[in-house]
C-alpha cells in the first residue's frame, strides 16, 4: 500500500471514530442536560425550552414545534438524540464548506477532521480577564442553547447554498435553486432570527457591488434580494411572540457595551483572545482581502454581528441576557473556517516563501490554534463531566 493511501485510510478511520465519539458524547451530555433542575451540574436552557414550549405553549422558534410535537406523541426521550443530530450535522456542513472554500483542495476526511476542530475549538483564556472560559468570552461552540443548535447547522448550509450561488449568479440562479435557497434561509430564521441579523446585511454589500460590477443581469439580482420576504414576515411573528407582557420583555435598546460587558471588565482583551487566530491570519493577508469574496464576506459578517452584539440590548427582564450575542457568535465559525483554509495554504506554500519573518508569524499562529484547540477541548470534556457552560472562574 501506497503512502498516499495509507494515509487516506487513515484519515478516513480517525474521521469515522472522532465523528461516533463527539456523537455519542453530544447524546451523553444533551440527556444529561434534560435532567437538569438547579444548581451548576449539566446546567443548560434546555429544560427552560421545553418547558416554554410544553408548559406555555410558546412557539417562537422551530425548535419549539419540534419539542411540542415530540411531548405530544410521547416521545420527547429521544430530544438529546435529535439535538446531538444537529451538533453533527454542523461538522458535516461545516466540512463541506472547507472543501467550497478550498476550491475542493481539501480531502472529505480531512475537512471532517477539520470541521471537528472548528467546532470544538474556544476562546484563548486567560484567567482574570473575564468570568469565565465562557461568560464574558466570545464563542461559536455552543452545546447548552437549543435554538442555537438548531440555527447553526441551518445557518451553515444557508451560507453554503448562497456562496454557491453568488459564484455565478446568472448561471446558478434558477427558479428551483431560488426556491431553495428561500426555504433553507426561512428554516434558519424561524430556528433563530440572529443568523438573518448578522449574515443578510453582508449578503446585501455583496448584491450592491454585483449590481454596480454588472455581475448578473439587475432583474436576476432584485429577484435575489427579495429571498429575504419569508424571513422577515418570520421575524415580525417571532418578535410579537417574545416580545409581549408574558415573555419577559418589551422590546430593544440601543446601550453600547452594556450586554457585552456584563461578565468582563476588559472588552477589548476579550474580543482579541476569543477570535486570536483569525485575526493573526486576517493581518497577514489585509491586502487582499477585497479580492478574496470568503474571506471578506465572512469579516462582514463577523463585523455586523460584532456592533450588533455591542450596541443593542433587549429592555426588561432579559435586558442583561445578551441575546443579540448568538449572530456573532454564529459568524466565528466562519472568519475560523476561512483563516484555517488559508493558514493550510500558507503552510503549504511555506518553503517557497523566503521570509523568516512571515515562518515565525505562521509559526506563532500555529501556536495561538492550538491553544484555542486546547481550550475548547478542556471546555467540552468538562462540560460532558457535569461543570457548569459558564464555567465562573
Request: glycine share 6%; aromatic share 12%.
Given at each position: 500500500m501506497s503512502d498516499k493511501k495509507k494515509t487516506s485510510v487513515a484519515l478516513n478511520i480517525a474521521a469515522l471514530v472522532l465523528t461516533a465519539l463527539y456523537f455519542a458524547l453530544c447524546i451523553f451530555l444533551y440527556y444529561k442536560f434534560m435532567g437538569w433542575t438547579e444548581g451548576a451540574v449539566y446546567e443548560s436552557d434546555l429544560p427552560a425550552h421545553i418547558s416554554l414550549a410544553v408548559d406555555d405553549g410558546l412557539i417562537y422558534s422551530l425548535i419549539s414545534i419540534i419539542i411540542i410535537g415530540l411531548s405530544k406523541s410521547?416521545?420527547?426521550?429521544?430530544l438529546p438524540v435529535l439535538l446531538a443530530m444537529f451538533a453533527l450535522l454542523s461538522v458535516f456542513f461545516t466540512a463541506e464548506l472547507l472543501?467550497?472554500?478550498?476550491?475542493?483542495?481539501?480531502?472529505?476526511?480531512?475537512?471532517?477532521?477539520?470541521?471537528?476542530?472548528l467546532n470544538i475549538v474556544m476562546?484563548?483564556?486567560i484567567k482574570g480577564l473575564s468570568?469565565?472560559?465562557?461568560?464574558?468570552?466570545?464563542?461559536?461552540?455552543i452545546w447548552h442553547n437549543s435554538t442555537y443548535l438548531m440555527m447553526k447547522w441551518l445557518g451553515l448550509w444557508t451560507i453554503l447554498i448562497y456562496l454557491r450561488l453568488e459564484k455565478n449568479i446568472s448561471k446558478k440562479l434558477t427558479l428551483e435553486s431560488y426556491t431553495f435557497f428561500?426555504?433553507?434561509?426561512?428554516?434558519?430564521?424561524?430556528?433563530?432570527?440572529?443568523?438573518?441579523?448578522?449574515?443578510?446585511p453582508a449578503m446585501f454589500v455583496f448584491l450592491i457591488a454585483d449590481l454596480i460590477q454588472k455581475k448578473a443581469p439587475a432583474k436576476k439580482l432584485f429577484f435575489l434580494a427579495s429571498s429575504i420576504i419569508p424571513s422577515i414576515a418570520v421575524m415580525l411573528y417571532q418578535n410579537k411572540a417574545l416580545f409581549n407582557a408574558g415573555a419577559g420583555g418589551n422590546g430593544i435598546e440601543i446601550v453600547p457595551g452594556r450586554a457585552m460587558s456584563a461578565h468582563t471588565g476588559y472588552l477589548i482583551p476579550v474580543s482579541i483572545l476569543s477570535i486570536a487566530f483569525p485575526l493573526m491570519i486576517l493581518l497577514l493577508?489585509?491586502?487582499?482581502?477585497?479580492?478574496?469574496?470568503?474571506m471578506l464576506f465572512a469579516w462582514l459578517c463577523a463585523g455586523c454581528g460584532y456592533m450588533q452584539y455591542f450596541l443593542f440590548s433587549e429592555k426588561g427582564s432579559r435586558n442583561m441576557d445578551a441575546n443579540?450575542?448568538?449572530?456573532y457568535a454564529f459568524t466565528i465559525i466562519l472568519i475560523f473556517g476561512i483563516s484555517l483554509v488559508t493558514w493550510i495554504n500558507d503552510i503549504r506554500n511555506i518553503k517557497e516563501d523566503k521570509s523568516v519573518i512571515k515562518k515565525a508569524y505562521l509559526g506563532a499562529s500555529t501556536l495561538v490554534l492550538g491553544y484555542h484547540a486546547y481550550c475548547g477541548?478542556?471546555?467540552?470534556?468538562?462540560l460532558c463531566m457535569g461543570v457548569s457552560y459558564m464555567m465562573w472562574g
Open positions: 410521547g416521545t420527547l426521550i429521544v472543501i467550497e472554500v478550498s476550491d475542493k483542495k481539501i480531502s472529505s476526511n480531512a475537512a471532517i477532521l477539520l470541521a471537528l476542530l476562546p484563548c483564556y468570568d469565565g472560559r465562557y461568560m464574558g468570552m466570545h464563542a461559536s461552540s428561500v426555504i433553507i434561509l426561512t428554516l434558519t430564521t424561524a430556528a433563530k432570527p440572529n443568523f438573518f441579523l448578522a449574515v443578510t493577508h489585509i491586502k487582499e482581502i477585497f479580492k478574496n469574496r470568503y443579540f450575542s448568538w449572530g477541548v478542556l471546555f467540552f470534556i468538562r
